[in-house]
């Protein structure tokens, strides 16, 4: 019986040599691109991806936001008016020096400091309250929260002048109500402290419900069994919002302090059209000229544009100053607190 056998392949190596190991793949132009730059594109991608998704903000923000800024403070530098910005003459910080021996710079800025104290202040307070009353489970809670906030979303122009009616001298509906109680009427308009107190109601009135609105947001992230454990210690509902409350609305109170201060160094709009006659003096005798109305009158008012950036980043400065103190302070009072 004849033995069959398969025919070898001259391309095999004979049987018992050793095997070679595989050839590494080769790089030759037309094949694919190798596995570790494949894995490296990955990588790129993957870390470039986030940056390409955050660069519209930061286009936007240089553009709307460093541009104007270091544009105001380049002008600053020089004496030029608004009706010929070309014409310029360089005069360094005088603009600065300037405002250091100007009064009314000075009175802009004790304005702007007691309307804010005048606004934030009881704003914050009231926002607390509503907040704490919003966070308990009454019905028509949803209904409550949108009538908080329905005056801050009320123009600052309608408000305003509803306010400059309800604050009329003659025919004021405050002055009408103060005389119930035998009180004389107050002008509103034109007294020094009157017309501070009476720009920061409207204030007032605008951002608490916001506020309040941010407190309560706060106060539901707070775990209830803490309360439930204070309640079971014998602890009082007004001991419970000291010790419970309070430390988890730290954060909220921070951000709203922060901000209220913010905006009541830029104050423009309510004392601008409270008194449509005194337009950007606030007032015969600036009783009620906050800085922003003081910017608004050297630049567009006077026409005298480096002061009005002079002004401008003198705000800015403050605001940095201030904050910076701040800063330097709260270990001080975090260890006095301890």
């Given at each position: 019986?004849?033995?069959?056998?398969?025919?070898?392949?001259?391309?095999?190596?004979?049987?018992?040599?050793?095997?070679?190991?595989?050839?590494?793949?080769?790089?030759?132009?037309?094949?694919?691109?190798?596995?570790?730059?494949?894995?490296?594109?990955?990588?790129?991608?993957?870390?470039?991806?986030?940056?390409?998704?955050?660069?519209?903000?930061?286009?936007?923000?240089?553009?709307?936001?460093?541009?104007?800024?270091?544009?105001?403070?380049?002008?600053?530098?020089?004496?030029?008016?608004?009706?010929?910005?070309?014409?310029?003459?360089?005069?360094?910080?005088?603009?600065?020096?300037?405002?250091?021996?100007?009064?009314?710079?000075?009175?802009?800025?004790?304005?702007?400091?007691?309307?804010?104290?005048?606004?934030?202040?009881?704003?914050?307070?009231?926002?607390?309250?509503?907040?704490?009353?919003?966070?308990?489970?009454?019905?028509?809670r949803l209904a409550f929260r949108v009538?908080?906030?329905?005056?801050?979303?009320?123009?600052?122009?309608?408000?305003?002048?509803?306010?400059?009616?309800?604050?009329?001298?003659?025919?004021?509906?405050?002055?009408?109500?103060?005389?119930?109680?035998?009180?004389a009427p107050v002008d509103w308009q034109?007294?020094?402290?009157?017309?501070?107190?009476?720009?920061?109601?409207?204030?007032?009135?605008?951002?608490?419900?916001?506020?309040?609105?941010?407190?309560?947001?706060?106060?539901?992230?707070?775990?209830?069994?803490?309360?439930?454990?204070?309640?079971?210690?014998?602890?009082?509902?007004?001991?419970?919002?000291?010790?419970?409350?309070?430390?988890?609305?730290?954060?909220?109170?921070?951000?709203?302090?922060?901000?209220?201060?913010?905006?009541?160094?830029?104050?423009?709009?309510?004392?601008?059209?409270?008194?449509?006659?005194?337009?950007?003096?606030?007032?015969?005798?600036?009783?009620?000229?906050?800085?922003?109305?003081?910017?608004?009158?050297?630049?567009?008012?006077?026409?005298?544009?480096?002061?009005?950036?002079?002004?401008?980043?003198?705000?800015?400065?403050?605001?940095?100053?201030?904050f910076g103190a701040a800063r330097l302070?709260?270990?001080?009072?975090?260890?006095?607190?301890?």
């Amino acid at each position: 019986m004849t033995e069959t056998r398969d025919p070898v392949d001259p391309f095999l190596p004979p049987a018992g040599s050793p095997v070679p190991p595989p050839a590494a793949p080769s790089s030759t132009p037309g094949r694919g691109p190798e596995p570790g730059g494949r894995e490296r594109a990955g990588r790129l991608r993957s870390r470039s991806a986030p940056y390409l998704l955050v660069a519209p903000f930061f286009l936007l923000f240089g553009a709307f936001g460093l541009f104007p800024l270091a544009a105001t403070a380049w002008t600053s530098l020089f004496r030029v008016e608004l009706t010929a910005p070309e014409a310029r003459e360089w005069v360094g910080l005088h603009n600065y020096a300037r405002l250091l021996h100007d009064e009314y710079f000075w009175n802009a800025l004790s304005n702007t400091v007691v309307i804010g104290v005048l606004a934030t202040v009881p704003q914050l307070l009231l926002a607390l309250g509503v907040a704490h009353l919003l966070d308990v489970r009454l019905r028509g809670r949803l209904a409550f929260r949108v009538v908080a906030l329905a005056p801050y979303a009320t123009s600052v122009a309608a408000a305003t002048l509803v306010f400059a009616l309800l604050f009329g001298r003659d025919q004021g509906m405050v002055n009408w109500a103060l005389g119930l109680v035998g009180i004389a009427p107050v002008d509103w308009q034109n007294g020094p402290w009157a017309s501070k107190a009476a720009v920061s109601s409207i204030v007032i009135w605008r951002w608490t419900g916001y506020n309040a609105l941010i407190y309560l947001a706060a106060m539901q992230t707070v775990p209830r069994e803490l309360y439930e454990a204070a309640a079971l210690d014998g602890a009082s509902r007004w001991r419970q919002f000291l010790h419970v409350t309070l430390p988890g609305l730290r954060p909220a109170l921070l951000f709203t302090v922060l901000v209220s201060t913010i905006g009541a160094t830029q104050l423009f709009g309510e004392p601008l059209l409270f008194n449509t006659g005194a337009g950007a003096s606030g007032g015969a005798d600036h009783q009620y000229q906050t800085l922003g109305l003081y910017l608004y009158e050297q630049g567009w008012v006077n026409l005298h544009l480096g002061r009005a950036a002079a002004i401008a980043w003198a705000m800015l400065l403050i605001l940095v100053v201030l904050f910076g103190a701040a800063r330097l302070l709260r270990p001080v009072l975090r260890g006095r607190g301890a």
